[in-house]
T-cell receptor, first 112, second 116 residues
């Protein structure tokens, strides 16, 4: 069964902290791993994505670390701000596939 | 450039009724996917439409059906509504890339369906 497991379910950090959200997958056919940010009342918005031929990708304050052998990947948010408070979802799909498999989500709160 | 628009934003239906949700894809996107997001959970893939044909389906029963129109807009129809169908229904549009990949999904804000 295709699954993506995400942890923690919720996370509280102080402004300027570096929240880390972790995901693990089972299906070795997955080869595209995006992260989405969702605010209340809105749909998910793509933040950053990685393919397994690289171990790390940075875009602004967001970094994905990828460990292919462990089938794990994580999102780091540098210098977190209250405006980053949202629910974050990891996902996975086959590059040529049409279905995103989402993790269960992490609700992040960044305190001022 | 317009994004993905969904209607209605909220809907309340009675168990056993039928519902139709609508989605207009982002300009230039010819592929539409539908996802169900239960409260506090990640979205789950229902199905995808490409060139007006169903192009993949998740683990949802046949009472979930869809349509895509020549202008790439789409409908999700759910028959015989059950209480567990209460969720946020998300539409996402994309543009297939060379090699068959689909990435860069743009999600709408969803339709919140409540079944009572």
């Amino acid at each position: 069964q295709q699954q993506v497991k995400q942890s923690p379910q919720s996370l509280i950090v102080q402004k300027g902290g570096i929240p880390i959200i972790n995901c693990a997958y089972e299906n070795t056919a997955f080869d595209y791993f995006p992260w989405y940010q969702q605010f209340p009342g809105k749909g998910p918005a793509l933040l950053i994505a990685i393919r397994p031929d690289v171990s790390e990708k940075k875009e602004g304050r967001f970094t994905i670390s990828f460990n292919k052998s462990a089938k794990q990947f994580s999102l780091h948010i540098m210098d977190s701000q209250p405006g980053d408070s949202a629910t974050y979802f990891c996902a996975a799909k086959r590059w040529a596939g049409n279905m995103l498999t989402f993790g269960g989500g992490t609700r992040l709160m960044v305190k001022p | 450039e317009t994004g993905v628009t969904q209607s209605p934003t909220h809907l309340i239906k009675t168990r056993g009724q039928q519902v139709t949700l609508r989605c207009s894809s982002q300009s230039g996107h010819n592929t539409v996917s539908w996802y169900q997001q239960a409260l506090g959970q990640g979205p789950q893939f229902i199905f995808q439409y490409y060139r007006e044909e169903e192009n993949g389906r998740g683990n949802f029963p046949p009472r979930f059906s869809g349509l895509q129109f020549p202008n790439y807009s789409s409908e999700l129809n759910v028959n015989a509504l059950e209480l567990d169908d209460s969720a946020l229904y998300l539409c996402a549009s994309s543009l297939p890339q060379l090699g068959g990949s689909n990435y860069g999904y743009t999600f709408g804000s969803g339709t919140r369906l409540t079944v009572v």
